[in-house]
C-alpha cells in the first residue's frame, strides 16, 4: 500500500552523491577561478537592489562578497564528503563499520517512530514558537521584564534547564533495570550539566542573595558576575557550540527519520533527536553562524535585508531550552518503555520455572 511505503533512503542512492559531489566541486571552482566575474555580478545585483524598496547595505554586500569565498571552500567540504559516498565499495565498509551500532537487534524492542497527526502538530507548535520568539525576542528587545537581567526570557532558561535536568536524572533511573549502561551514564552527565547550566543563568544565586564578584570573576567576566559562560573565551566555545549542536541535530533528526522503518538500534532511538526540534534547531543556526560562516548565511542575509534580522542574544538561550526539554521528555517515555519491557522479560522465566 501507498501509505505504508517506507521512506527511501538517500544512503543508498550512489548516484545521488556523486552528483552531489560534483555539483560542490564544480561550484566550488567556479567560485575560486572566477572569483572576480561572480564580484561582478553581485555589485551588479547590489546597484540594482539600491534603486528599489529595502536596498542593500555596502556593509551587507561585502558580506555577500565575502561569502562567494566561504560557499567555494564549502562546496569543497561537500565534493570530500559527498564523493566517497558515491562509491560503493566505500559504502560498503561504512555500514559494516556502523551497523552492529546502529541496525535494528533481535534484542531491541523500541517501537517504530509514528509520524502521524501528533507528529506533524509538534512540528508546527515549534515552529510557531519559534517564530513568535523570534519576534518577540526581536522587537522588544530593550524591554527589562522579557530580555533584561533576570527577566522572562532568563528565568525561561533557567526553568527549561531545571525541568531537562530532572528527565534526565529520571531517564538515567529508569534505564538502570536495562542493557544500556553507557546511555544510562549519559543521561547522568546530562543531568549534570544541565543543573549547571541553570545554575549559571542565575549567577549561582548571586543577583539573588546579593553576594559580591570574586576579584578573580571581575578581572575576566565580561558581566562582572559569578559565571563561566561569560568568561570571554567560554563565551566563544558556546557560541559554536549552539552553532554545530544545532547543525549536527538538524542532521541526526533526519537520519532518524529515514532510517525509522528499516530499523533502528534502541541505543540510537535514545540517542538521536526527534526531527520535530527542526524549527527550533534552524533558528540557532541562523543566529550562531559564527564568523566564519556569517557571510555564507542566506536565511540570515535575506532578515536582514527585511530588517527582521537578529538582535540580541536571547532567541538561541530560548530555543534551546525548548530543544533539551523536548529531548529529554521523548527519551525519558523510551527509557520507561525499556524498562517496563525488560521488567516483564525478567518475570516470565520466573512465571515458568513456578
Not at 34 to 62: C, I, K, M, R, Y
Not at 133 to 144: G, K, M, N, Q, V
Amino acid at each position: 500500500m501507498a501509505a505504508n511505503r517506507p521512506i527511501p533512503s538517500i544512503y543508498d542512492a550512489p548516484g545521488l552523491w556523486t552528483a552531489m559531489g560534483l555539483f560542490g566541486l564544480v561550484l566550488g571552482l567556479i567560485l575560486l577561478v572566477f572569483d572576480g566575474a561572480v564580484f561582478s555580478v553581485v555589485d551588479w545585483s547590489v546597484d540594482l537592489s539600491h534603486s528599489g524598496h529595502n536596498t542593500l547595505s555596502q556593509e551587507t554586500a561585502d558580506l555577500v562578497r565575502n561569502g562567494i569565498d566561504t560557499w567555494a571552500w564549502a562546496g569543497f567540504a561537500v565534493a570530500t564528503i559527498s564523493l566517497p559516498l558515491g562509491n560503493r565499495g566505500v559504502r560498503a565498509r561504512l555500514v559494516n563499520f556502523i551497523r552492529p551500532i546502529v541496525a535494528e537487534q533481535e534484542s531491541d524492542s523500541l517501537p517504530p517512530d509514528r509520524h502521524g497527526r501528533v507528529f506533524f502538530v509538534a512540528l508546527f507548535a515549534v515552529l510557531v514558537f519559534a517564530g513568535l520568539a523570534h519576534w518577540a525576542l526581536r522587537a522588544l528587545l530593550d524591554t527589562d521584564w522579557l530580555e533584561g537581567e533576570d527577566g522572562l526570557s532568563e528565568w525561561w532558561s533557567v526553568a527549561t534547564y531545571l525541568v531537562a535536568a530532572g528527565l534526565a536524572g529520571a531517564t538515567f533511573w529508569a534505564l538502570r533495570t536495562t542493557r544500556h549502561t553507557k546511555l544510562r551514564y549519559l543521561y547522568l552527565v546530562l543531568a549534570v550539566a544541565f543543573f549547571l547550566g541553570a545554575m549559571e543563568e542565575i549567577s549561582w544565586g548571586q543577583r539573588l542573595f546579593g553576594w559580591g564578584t570574586p576579584a578573580a570573576f571581575e578581572e575576566i567576566n565580561f558581566q562582572d558576575e559569578t559565571t563561566i559562560h561569560n568568561v570571554n573565551f567560554a563565551n566563544n566555545v558556546i557560541f559554536e557550540a549552539l552553532f554545530w549542536g544545532s547543525a549536527l541535530g538538524m542532521a541526526a533528526g533526519l537520519w532518524r527519520l529515514t532510517a525509522n522503518l528499516r530499523g533502528l538500534s534502541d541505543r540510537m532511538r535514545l540517542f538521536l533527536p526527534s526531527l520535530t526540534m527542526a524549527p527550533a534547531s534552524l533558528m540557532i543556526m541562523v543566529w550562531r553562524t559564527g564568523d566564519i560562516w556569517e557571510s555564507a548565511n542566506i536565511a540570515r542575509l535575506l532578515m536582514d535585508h527585511y530588517n527582521h534580522g537578529p538582535r540580541g542574544s536571547e532567541v538561541p538561550e530560548v530555543m534551546l531550552g525548548l530543544c533539551i526539554v523536548m529531548y529529554t521528555f521523548t527519551n525519558l517515555r523510551q527509557a520507561r518503555y525499556l524498562s517496563r519491557h525488560a521488567t516483564t522479560a525478567n518475570q516470565e522465566p520466573v512465571k515458568e520455572s513456578a
